[in-house]
């Protein structure tokens, strides 16, 4: 199981740090991820990062102002968001796959948490 926490409501060029535990099993293994969906839009990927942590990327939009890091020892992973803006206002998902590399395509997803609200108000 995936817990997701962290959101909130926050300015325009704030930060939140979102943090994704897992719970009753090992993701040390997994790729993980993060995801988002907007109102009325599909959910998009957002940034990944390998089991190793030596692979990371990130969607165009939010490079240069995200960063996903994880501590394998707590089976956590995190999303650090700073400059945020109010088209990142979005449910935050975390997610896990079975992949050598990254968690980037949500129909691969083999796990999927419940959702953080993350709204940035301008």
């Known amino acids: 199981q995936l817990q997701a926490s962290g959101g909130g409501l926050v300015q325009a060029g704030g930060s939140l740090r979102l943090s994704c535990a897992a719970s009753g099993g090992d993701v040390s293994s997994y790729a993980m991820g993060w995801f988002r969906q907007a109102p009325g839009k599909e959910r998009e990927f957002v940034a990944t990062?390998?089991?190793?942590?030596?692979?990371?990327n990130y969607a165009n939009s939010v490079k240069g102002r995200f960063a996903i890091s994880r501590d394998n020892t707590k089976n956590t992973m995190y999303l650090q968001m700073n400059s945020l803006r109010p088209e990142d206002t979005a449910v935050y998902y975390c997610?896990?796959?079975?992949?050598?590399?990254?968690?980037?395509?949500?129909?691969?997803?083999?796990?999927w948490g419940q959702g953080t609200q993350v709204t940035v108000s301008s």
């Open positions: 990062i390998s089991w190793s942590g030596g692979y990371t």
């Open positions: 997610a896990a796959e079975a992949s050598p590399v990254g968690a980037e395509v949500a129909g691969d997803v083999d796990y």
